[in-house]
């Protein structure tokens, strides 16, 4: 069982940076592939960005160059530093964790989720 907890979110203007954090528990946190998600009101969940265990990363076309995904496995925790941020990005961020080499862009085949953390990019 994995437990995920974000944090990092808040308002902010467009052109500003945040960086979200995601925090694991157990043991086995560096054999997982996390993903950062995000979801609009009104719109489906969406892949911003994913990191494997063997530290290959993906990005969302729409986040590319802005965003950067990273992980500290002797932390637990992942994270997603996201600059130069757009009204557009406004949603809530979710981490979440699979196992396996399923695709990392499908939210089904991700095992565990964090609650969410809300990002407001104001013009």
């Known amino acids: 069982q994995v437990q995920l907890v974000e944090s990092g979110g808040g308002v902010v203007q467009a052109g500003g940076s945040l960086r979200l954090s995601c925090a694991a528990s157990g043991r086995t946190f560096s054999t997982y592939t996390m993903g950062w998600f995000r979801q609009a009101p009104g719109k489906q969940r969406e892949l911003v960005a994913s990191i494997s265990s063997g530290r290959s990363t993906y990005y969302a076309d729409s986040v590319k160059g802005r965003f950067t995904i990273s992980r500290d496995n002797a932390k637990n925790t992942m994270y997603l530093q996201m600059n130069s941020l757009k009204p557009e990005d406004t949603a809530v961020y979710l981490c979440?964790?699979?196992?396996?080499?399923?695709?990392?862009?499908?939210?089904?085949?991700?095992?565990?989720w964090g609650q969410g953390t809300q990002v407001t990019v104001s013009s």
């Open positions: 979440a964790a699979k196992r396996g080499i399923s695709s990392s862009e499908d939210p089904k085949n991700y095992d565990y």
